[in-house]
């Protein structure tokens, strides 16, 4: 079996509990190193489930004909903040523009059923958004999510985390919307292999994909019991910023957004307010695609690399500061060419 078949065949065993798969990587090191222990990854197979030694040969040629790629945790390609969460996808299928997992991305998320002025909001904040250089994250729903991904298409790229396998667009009257999305250069993202329909638990689990990959998540409409309170949970949850954007006082669908703004959520009316959140990446506050110009070692992290590859777990121990909140600022770091990342540590880029 070569490499592709046996991740496919790891990602077919775990579906149903693609963290468990998560967990074993990080220990092993890499998907090569965990390959090479059958005896490990077996004993952690969910009750009722057989091994999948050999995956359908069908899907192996349906993911390489579409241009679907598998990055496990632990491979170089593998988003870096997304790698901080103890829940980590072990697997990710991923179609399209894979760079943009590691590119800075602001969440996007609402009702279903959003009233016109919703749908207005989000349309007018995901362009705007994308336009200074941010991927908007979404996950292809109905309602926020759809005008989120149209919004952000008209100013820049996105990023749908789907629910289902890739074989399985949902809703399927978003077939068109996953192509537009493709060709304007965005992806498409699942820890779902194909042949997965959707179920009801896959949604709040991708939901934490959603938040996972971003530096903050936005709510701009939801009910008081929502799927969108959840990923706001989860976001703060994963130290990242939320923000809500206010309604009207009368509007069922404000109540959400008006109780997350009480718990602390930030509030949202112009771009700028998401902007000066993450002041650090200087050419998104700026609004230009250019690169930064060079920049004197003035920032505290750089100044405690040492020389060489830096790991995680060092830098975690010198700085003090939360895994997330470092994962920030490295990436802040890597996109100004900073640093680099090299295997799963950083270096100085001089």
């Known amino acids: 079996m070569d490499g592709q078949h046996a991740r496919l065949a790891l990602a077919l065993t775990f579906h149903t509990a693609s963290p468990v798969l998560g967990?074993?990587?990080?220990?092993a090191g890499s998907v090569e190193q965990l390959l090479q222990q059958p005896a490990v990854w077996r004993a952690q197979v969910p009750p009722g489930?057989?091994?999948a030694t050999s995956p359908p040969d069908h899907w192996h040629a349906w993911l390489a004909d579409?241009?679907?790629?598998?990055?496990?945790?632990?491979?170089?390609?593998?988003?870096?903040?997304?790698?901080?969460?103890?829940?980590?996808?072990?697997m990710l299928f991923v179609r399209g523009d894979a760079a943009l997992l590691r590119?800075?991305?602001?969440?996007?998320?609402?009702?279903?059923?959003?009233?016109?002025?919703?749908?207005?909001?989000?349309r007018?904040?995901?362009?705007?958004?994308?336009?200074?250089?941010?991927?908007?994250?979404?996950?292809?729903?109905?309602?926020?999510?759809?005008?989120?991904?149209?919004?952000?298409?008209?100013?820049?790229?996105?990023?749908?985390?789907?629910?289902?396998?890739?074989?399985?667009?949902?809703?399927?009257?978003?077939?068109?919307?996953?192509?537009?999305?493709?060709?304007?250069?965005?992806?498409?993202?699942?820890e779902y292999p194909p042949g997965v329909g959707p179920r009801k638990p896959h949604f709040p689990q991708r939901n934490r994909i959603i938040s996972g990959l971003s530096l903050g998540t936005i709510v701009v409409e939801a009910a008081l019991r929502s799927g969108s309170l959840i990923t706001a949970r989860l976001a703060a949850e994963q130290g990242r910023a939320v923000f809500a954007v206010p309604g009207a006082v009368h509007n069922p669908l404000s109540r959400g957004c008006h109780q997350l703004l009480r718990d602390g959520a930030l509030w949202l009316e112009s771009v700028d307010d998401v902007l000066a959140?993450?002041?650090?990446?200087?050419?998104?506050?700026a609004g230009v695609e250019a690169e930064a110009a060079p920049q004197a070692c003035t920032d505290p992290l750089l100044a405690l690399f040492a020389s060489g590859v830096n790991s995680l777990d060092d830098l975690i121990e010198r700085t003090g500061l939360?895994?997330?909140?470092?994962?920030r600022k490295l990436s802040a770091l890597e996109i100004e060419g900073r640093v680099m990342r090299l295997g799963t540590g950083y270096a100085r880029a001089e």
């Not at 967990?23 to 220990?27: M, Q, V």
């Not at 800075?104 to 909001?121: C, E, F, K, T, Y």
């Not at 399985?168 to 999305?181: D, F, G, K, M, S």
Request: charged fraction near 20%; hydrophobic fraction near 50%; glycine fraction near 12%.
């Open 124 to 190: 007018h904040f995901a362009r705007a958004l994308a336009a200074t250089g941010l991927v908007i994250t979404s996950g292809l729903a109905l309602g926020i999510d759809a005008a989120a991904h149209e919004g952000a298409l008209a100013g820049g790229r996105t990023l749908a985390v789907m629910a289902t396998g890739g074989d399985r667009i949902y809703p399927a009257r978003h077939q068109a919307l996953a192509r537009r999305i493709l060709d304007g250069g965005g992806a498409l993202v699942t």
């Open 277 to 285: 959140e993450f002041a650090q990446f200087a050419t998104l506050a």
């Open 66 to 90: 579409d241009g679907w790629q598998l990055i496990a945790l632990g491979d170089p390609d593998y988003p870096p903040l997304l790698a901080t969460l103890s829940d980590a996808p072990g």
């Open 103 to 122: 590119a800075p991305q602001i969440a996007m998320v609402g009702a279903r059923g959003a009233s016109p002025d919703g749908l207005r909001s989000a």
């Open 322 to 327: 939360e895994a997330a909140e470092l994962m």
């Open 49 to 51: 489930i057989r091994p």
């Open 23 to 27: 967990r074993l990587l990080r220990d």
